[in-house]
């Protein structure tokens, strides 16, 4: 049975302190978060936005609402667009005048470009284009807006398509995403069409020049996203300039303030799986390129100027992060903020002000908007202070060693009512990728629901195994050419270490996660099935061979994890596969798709599913979410994840279930 505390638990007499009260799953899915912010020039205020997700039984389906503050100083943040709206890309205008963001309000057809005034008043409507507008950037002096958007669609196209003639060319109808130019002091001046025949991904003023900054990609597809994208600047007139040469992944480009320098965040090589080292190009020097950070044992996560000679980058290193300050002469780093304090997931800054904003979490709240300041955190924003009232559970970081002796780390949280003579149920949460990390902080998600967990007695164990990123490219590569090898091997290894120290209990050992966590899951099921007493896979991999086949990523997968191709060794790849260890599966799987996903395709549940199924060895359930892609983004499906995770540990590793539960869910009586 799903345990749950209500509302009812609320203690509402004003005159008695509030006593602590159990979270519930749907208000861990409801959770608020501030999800962006921008510092204005001169750092008089920052512009925010806060998500604010729907509510499962009272809003109808749909994405989060997103909702526009600001806040000064210390004081209480003042709201500017709220309730039922969407808020995306908010920025400050160079005066500090206005706050311009993206939205799709009213009769709008498409998502278009609006500011508000900063002394407040109603928003207004800057900039419609015929397509939607997917970002923007304002240029120094306030003139110019340049923005991504498609090219409007084919009239005869729309004609031809109500007359039934819909066929879809796979991967041949690409619509690439354009960067348009608007001057807005140009009289009864319309947006100019700058790129043709490319994938523009990102744009971005340079500073005191006439260019524009973009990162360009072959196709729009999401392999040459990741793995093919170029930095390149161009003028107004949409003519090359120069370009930036990188190999393998891209992650985020930041101009000094006098645009001489570029810092990009980058691979080290084309087989780096993360774009997580720090680069600074000279445009005075050819565009010289200089690894600024070459010895580095984690990953660069954000950067932002404060000086010509300046830059501030955000880095994450084991299970913490860790902000600091790298001077261009001298190429040497001072510490902003030190690892442990908060989890810094970006930082925004504005040249010449000593102001730096991040965005940060902790274990007992999600992300949150501070101040960096003398070294320590300053609170801006509390999204959800009935977080208060809840009971915190232990939290805590856990180094072990692996059988072939590498030192691996996790975090830790232990039951509630933890007894350090008791042994408790564990639910291991594997992270995806396996280019990814945990991070000491707020770990509740809805396919993890650490808390509400944890009040049910459970101990959770979010590991980060060999391939991980936090840890320098020589660690993150130690999965590849080695699906379910070593990698998955440090899961067991991490069980162990926590049924030795007496935490865990052997016979109740729970394990989940989503995309390549769903196919440590599965794995875990099959092949290591004796270690693990029930299984959560999610949007997993079953079938390495036919993965490749149905991926949106057959470039990525080759580059940064398989570094082969199933044609290479057919017999490895098939035995590298959950699918092929099915007979062996004595671990009741819980397996949960969305419809919608690309990424790992729906039929790779299928697979698994009907593998189990005739082999008629364990339970096994397969649920499937319309309108859903590679993880549920929506409330309701959330919610309904949760619930159905939660059942089924608790029916395997707690009751002593034998036969699959009922996969009825008392939905309908909520509404």
């Known amino acids: 049975m799903l345990r749950q505390v209500g509302l009812a638990a609320l203690i509402t007499a004003v005159s008695m302190p509030l006593m602590a009260r159990e979270i519930t799953?749907?208000?861990?899915?409801?959770?608020?978060?501030?999800?962006?912010?921008?510092?204005?020039?001169?750092?008089?205020?920052?512009?925010?936005?806060?998500?604010?997700?729907?509510?499962?039984?009272?809003?109808?389906?749909?994405?989060?609402?997103?909702?526009?503050?600001?806040?000064?100083?210390?004081?209480?943040?003042?709201?500017?667009?709220?309730?039922?709206?969407?808020?995306?890309?908010?920025a400050v205008s160079p005066d500090g005048s206005g706050i311009y963001f993206l939205s799709k309000r009213g009769n709008d057809k498409h998502t278009s470009l609006y500011r508000i005034a900063t002394s407040g008043g109603e928003a207004q409507k800057v900039l419609s284009h015929e397509t939607a507008i997917s970002s923007y950037t304002i240029s120094g002096?306030?003139?110019?807006?340049?923005?991504?958007?498609?090219?409007?669609?084919?009239?005869?196209?729309?004609?031809?398509?109500?007359?039934?003639?819909?066929?879809?060319?796979?991967?041949?109808?690409?619509?690439?995403?354009?960067?348009?130019?608007?001057?807005?002091?140009?009289?009864?001046?319309?947006?100019?069409?700058?790129?043709?025949?490319?994938?523009?991904?990102?744009?971005?003023?340079?500073?005191?020049?006439?260019?524009?900054?973009?990162?360009?990609?072959?196709?729009?597809?999401?392999?040459?996203?990741?793995?093919?994208?170029?930095?390149?600047?161009?003028?107004?007139?949409?003519?090359?300039?120069?370009?930036?040469?990188?190999?393998?992944?891209?992650?985020?480009?930041?101009?000094?303030?006098?645009?001489?320098?570029?810092?990009?965040?980058?691979?080290?090589?084309?087989?780096?799986?993360?774009?997580?080292?720090?680069?600074?190009?000279?445009?005075?020097?050819?565009?010289?390129?200089?690894?600024?950070?070459p010895d580095y044992q984690g990953h660069v996560k954000d950067i932002a100027w404060r000086r010509n000679d300046e830059v501030i980058w955000l880095g994450h290193r084991g299970t913490t992060s860790e902000v600091q300050a790298l001077t261009m002469q001298w190429l040497e780093s001072r510490q902003l903020l030190a690892p442990g304090i908060a989890v810094v997931i970006d930082i925004e800054a504005v040249p010449g002000q000593s102001e730096v904003l991040v965005r940060a979490h902790k274990p007992e709240h999600p992300t949150e908007l501070f101040r960096l300041q003398n070294q320590t955190l300053i609170r801006l924003t509390d999204s959800n202070p009935w977080l208060a009232e809840i009971t915190m559970p232990r939290q805590e970081s856990m180094t072990y060693k692996a059988r072939d002796g590498l030192e691996l780390e996790g975090i830790v949280v232990y039951?509630?009512?933890?007894?350090?003579?008791?042994?408790?149920?564990?639910?291991?949460?594997?992270?995806?990728?396996?280019?990814?990390?945990?991070?000491?902080?707020?770990?509740?998600?809805y396919a993890s629901p650490a808390k509400y967990a944890a009040q049910q007695g459970y101990a959770l164990f979010f590991p980060n195994y060999r391939g991980s990123t936090g840890r320098g490219v020589e660690f993150s590569k130690l999965g590849q050419n080695?699906?379910?090898?070593?990698?998955?091997?440090?899961?067991?290894?991490?069980?162990?270490?926590?049924?030795?120290?007496g935490l865990a209990d052997d016979e109740k050992i729970g394990i989940t996660g989503g995309s390549y966590g769903g196919f440590a899951s599965a794995w875990a099921a099959t092949a290591l099935t004796e270690h693990f007493d029930a299984s959560v896979m999610s949007v997993g991999i079953s079938d390495n061979i036919s993965k490749f086949g149905t991926t949106d990523i057959p470039k990525e997968m080759h580059a940064v994890h398989a570094r082969s191709y199933p044609w290479d060794k057919w017999q490895w790849y098939l035995e590298r596969s959950p699918i092929y260890h099915a007979e062996k599966a004595r671990t009741p799987l819980l397996i949960m798709h969305g419809k919608e996903d690309t990424r790992v395709h729906p039929s790779q549940s299928m697979e698994m599913y009907r593998y189990l199924k005739t082999h008629d060895n364990v339970p096994v359930r397969l649920v499937l979410y319309p309108g859903e892609g590679h993880g549920n983004r929506k409330a309701a499906a959330q919610l309904d994840y949760s619930m159905r995770l939660m059942r089924w540990m608790e029916h395997f590793l707690v009751e002593g279930g034998t036969e699959a539960p009922p996969h009825e869910l008392p939905h309908a009586e909520k509404l």
């Open 25 to 90: 799953l749907e208000e861990t899915v409801t959770i608020k978060s501030v999800n962006s912010a921008a510092l204005a020039p001169g750092a008089q205020f920052a512009a925010f936005t806060r998500v604010n997700p729907r509510q499962p039984y009272k809003d109808d389906d749909g994405s989060p609402f997103t909702e526009l503050f600001t806040v000064s100083g210390e004081n209480e943040p003042v709201p500017f667009v709220t309730g039922k709206e969407g808020v995306g890309s908010v």
């Open 141 to 293: 002096d306030g003139r110019y807006i340049a923005f991504r958007a498609k090219s409007k669609a084919d009239s005869d196209a729309e004609k031809l398509k109500k007359k039934g003639f819909k066929a879809e060319i796979y991967e041949e109808q690409l619509e690439f995403t354009h960067v348009w130019l608007w001057d807005t002091q140009a009289d009864e001046a319309k947006p100019v069409q700058l790129t043709r025949d490319v994938q523009i991904w990102s744009v971005d003023f340079r500073p005191q020049h006439e260019q524009l900054l973009v990162r360009t990609a072959p196709t729009p597809l999401v392999d040459d996203n990741y793995m093919s994208s170029q930095y390149r600047l161009i003028d107004y007139a949409g003519d090359a300039v120069s370009d930036f040469a990188s190999e393998g992944k891209l992650g985020d480009a930041r101009f000094s303030p006098d645009g001489r320098y570029l810092a990009v965040i980058g691979a080290a090589d084309y087989n780096d799986p993360s774009a997580g080292r720090l680069y600074v190009y000279d445009t005075q020097k050819d565009n010289a390129r200089t690894e600024v950070l």
């Open 415 to 445: 039951p509630t009512d933890y007894q350090s003579e008791q042994r408790y149920p564990l639910i291991m949460v594997v992270h995806g990728g396996p280019e990814a990390h945990y991070s000491n902080g707020w770990l509740d998600r």
């Open 482 to 501: 080695d699906y379910a090898g070593k990698e998955f091997d440090d899961l067991v290894d991490g069980k162990n270490h926590l049924v030795e120290t």
